[in-house]
């Protein structure tokens, strides 16, 4: 034994970050694929589910179609085409029960670095404990960063003047406080993006009166609440394959829809315009608080089930301005056009701060990564770093659907690894000077305040990040995992005393 008394590190086999949608799918996946294989699953907060168990504001629900927001081998049993967080939440933790990997999750536990050895091939992942200065540490073969985009801490507010001048109670949805009465009280939502536009009619009866704030308009497409088809697919078909086939039709929907709006561009503006303009009250200004200066898709459409929001504003429970502040006031806030909007409370629906990898320190025999250097491999994998991957899923369909193509590729990795007896596998970027662009190229502000932060991607493949579900299913699931890019190797063995510790070098 070593006379060294600090405890060993656990080790696993594979690390997984976040306990969210991302980690328990993945984790899911390796149960079923790679049972062999210790796993251990690192999760900063004190509870699974990650978005859906943080986020706490009145309607907070998916902003895409659950078939498909679902995991493809778990089939969705509820009706609602969008789910309500409260039943996204308890799929993600059936999952969990189901799959058996509620035992190794290990709660309380922040990663803040991992260093890869490469004389050892392994991670070593150190976390920290809850809101103390302890750490623990675990070694692993492989890496998986599960941890989302944003950053969990704080959402994203802009300066406005005069908001300390305000009597009233600001809320940012990320921190929705329990406490919140709203109740007869008159309310504005400063924003027009998904959130917004959940909160509004959720928060609309109740209110006294509530207001949507917008400096410009998003494009809001109505979808009806429930998916008649996907009832009737389950009827005839069963749960499993009626799943398997609503989650087809609905991915080719979501796929034709955004390539018929960026190919006509005017005419998929024109029919969203008419379905928006039937379900508000005549004589709306619909061109003024519903017409977007981008084509569609430029950023994400946002949907509202059975058209609640344009329901909130013919009934008079809400309306919709579309101004920029000046100030914020005692009582409100002054509108740049001159007007005034009286408030009690104000909500800033105003985005996220993204975080690329948790804001973990990534090191390679200790020397830090800069990751904004590096090229996303297929969109899970990063140039030049061993045994890691990543989950980011699509900006322009659902998320889900890219996270369970990069569990699947993360399988048929380790596959070929032990196929081979390989220690290490890397993704090398051999295209010297080759152009690239960011990894996450959309409109949205969120990420166009954050792209800085994040690596990069390429324009020649693999390099070239997909936002094409069919197309990744051939990069993902059809091509071999030895392509030609990734590199695998074996790391000779340290000689070792009888007592199993290492031997020194002279």
């Not at 005839?236 to 991915?251: A, E, F, P």
């Not at 409100?332 to 690329?356: E, F, N, R, Y």
């Not at 061993?386 to 380790?414: H, I, M, Q």
Request: glycine share 8%.
């Amino acid at each position: 034994m070593s006379a060294d008394s600090t405890p060993r590190p656990e080790h696993r086999d594979v690390v997984i970050i976040g306990a969210g949608l991302s980690g328990i799918g993945t984790a899911a996946r390796l149960h079923t694929e790679q049972p062999h294989r210790s796993v251990v699953i690192l999760e900063a907060r004190g509870a699974s589910g990650g978005t859906w168990d943080l986020f706490r504001y009145p309607g907070i629900r998916s902003d895409s179609d659950v078939q498909t927001y679902g995991y493809d081998f778990k089939p969705w049993k509820g009706r609602k085409a969008l789910a309500p967080a409260a039943d996204i939440l308890d799929y993600i933790r059936e999952t969990a029960r189901e799959y058996d990997l509620d035992r190794h999750i290990r709660y309380h536990h922040k990663v803040v670095r991992a260093d890869w050895s490469p004389t050892d091939a392994r991670w070593t992942v150190v976390a920290r404990i809850g809101d103390t200065e302890e750490t623990t540490t675990f070694t692993a073969n492989w890496l998986f960063c599960a941890s989302g985009y944003y950053n969990y801490d704080n959402g994203y507010t802009p300066q406005f003047p005069g908001i300390e001048h305000f009597g009233g109670r600001v809320v940012h949805p990320q921190h929705w406080p329990e406490d919140l009465d709203y109740v007869g009280k008159r309310v504005v939502v400063i924003g027009s993006g998904a959130t917004a536009v959940t909160l509004i009619p959720a928060m609309a009866d109740a209110t006294g009166h509530i207001t949507m704030l917008q400096r410009s308009p998003s494009y809001v497409i109505p979808l009806p609440a429930e998916d008649a088809l996907s009832g009737l697919f389950r009827r005839v078909l069963g749960d499993r394959r009626g799943y398997r086939l609503t989650r087809k039709k609905n991915i080719a929907q979501n796929v034709w829809i955004y390539k018929l709006s960026r190919r006509f561009p005017k005419q998929v503006r024109a029919v969203i315009r008419q379905l928006d303009k039937r379900l508000l009250p005549a004589g709306f200004d619909v061109d003024t608080h519903f017409n977007p200066r981008y084509d569609p898709w430029d950023q994400r459409l946002c949907v509202v089930p059975g058209g609640d929001l344009f329901k909130a504003i013919r009934e008079g429970k809400a309306s919709v301005v579309t101004d920029t502040i000046e100030t914020f006031t005692e009582t409100g806030i002054a509108l740049t056009s001159g007007g005034h909007l009286d408030a009690d409370i104000v909500i800033t629906a105003t985005g996220l701060d993204l975080l690329a990898l948790g804001g973990i320190e990534l090191r390679i025999a200790g020397e830090p990564i800069d990751i904004t250097e590096r090229l996303a491999f297929k969109g899970t994998m990063l140039s030049d770093i061993p045994n890691f991957s990543f989950a980011v899923g699509y900006t322009n369909a659902p998320w889900t659907l890219k996270v369970d193509l990069v569990a699947e590729f993360l399988c048929r990795v380790l596959r070929q690894m032990d196929r081979r007896g390989a220690d290490v596998v890397v993704a090398e970027n051999r295209e010297e000077g080759m152009d690239t662009r960011p990894l996450l190229d959309f409109a949205s502000g969120y990420i166009q305040r954050s792209l800085d932060l994040w690596p990069r991607a390429g324009t020649k493949d693999p390099w070239n990040l997909q936002m094409d579900y069919y197309k990744d299913v051939v990069v993902l699931r059809d091509t071999p995992v030895d392509d030609g890019t990734l590199t695998f190797s074996t790391v000779e063995p340290k000689p070792t005393r009888p007592d199993g510790d290492l031997v020194s070098p002279d």
